[in-house]
């Protein structure tokens, strides 16, 4: 092979090595799921958190900013034996409201955050005017791990709705941006090694 063509292919090695060191940091993405206490007033649910997997290297407490943690999405399910009425809630992403998690034995332990709302719900049965309330969530590491409230705001509280004690954090399996990084590398190596011989 010419030394131009060796030339060629160590450069197009290093744009390859180029791109996969310049990756940024990959996240994980940990499900929680909650039940509820209370025979009267129950919900379930679960939310989705994200955050950069270098965080599950070392048993720590780590601040939301630490880990760019992240709520992706949460949904609960609500009943109201009282009242016969249930509605599900969504709450979408948020960042504002994380404050910190926990890794323990090498995976997510605990996550604490700052009430996460208003979400509305719009799938009440019966239709009894729960489209109206502003629902309310947050995770907590101790005493109770997930709250849901309802008309919430930091001078008046909550009306609690219920806790859930149970809470369980499992990792969840999700595609890596780095293969398709990397095969862009690859391409952009081929291009890169064959650009000098096109006419």
């Known amino acids: ?21 310049a990756l940024p940091a990959q996240a994980v ?6 039940d509820p206490l209370g025979p009267t007033v129950a919900f379930t649910g679960s939310g989705l958190f994200e955050f950069d997997d270098a965080c599950l290297a070392a048993d720590n407490t780590y601040t939301a900013a630490q880990c760019h943690l992240q709520l992706v999405h949460a949904d609960a399910n609500v009943t ?16 504002a409201s994380m404050v ?16 996460i709302g ?3 719900t719009n799938d009440c049965t019966p239709q009894t005017g729960c489209t109206l309330i502003d629902w309310w969530i947050q995770w907590q590491s101790d005493p109770d791990p997930v709250f849901l409230g309802r008309g919430c705001d930091i001078e ?31 391409l952009g190596a081929f291009w890169f090694a064959r650009r000098r011989r096109l006419p």
């Open 1 to 21: 092979m010419a030394r131009g063509g060796i030339r060629k292919w160590i450069g197009a090695i290093g744009v390859v090595l180029t791109a996969g060191f």
């Open 29 to 34: 993405f940990f499900s929680s799921n909650f």
């Open 80 to 95: 109201d034996d009282g009242a016969g009425g249930t509605a599900n809630v969504h709450f979408g992403s948020n960042t």
């Open 100 to 115: 910190d998690l926990i890794i323990s034995g090498g995976t997510l332990a605990g996550i604490n955050t700052n009430l």
């Open 118 to 120: 208003p979400a509305f």
């Open 156 to 186: 008046n509280g909550c009306d609690a709705f219920g806790i859930a004690p149970t809470v369980t954090f499992t990792l969840v399996s999700v595609p890596e941006p780095a293969t398709l990084s990397l095969l862009f590398g690859a």
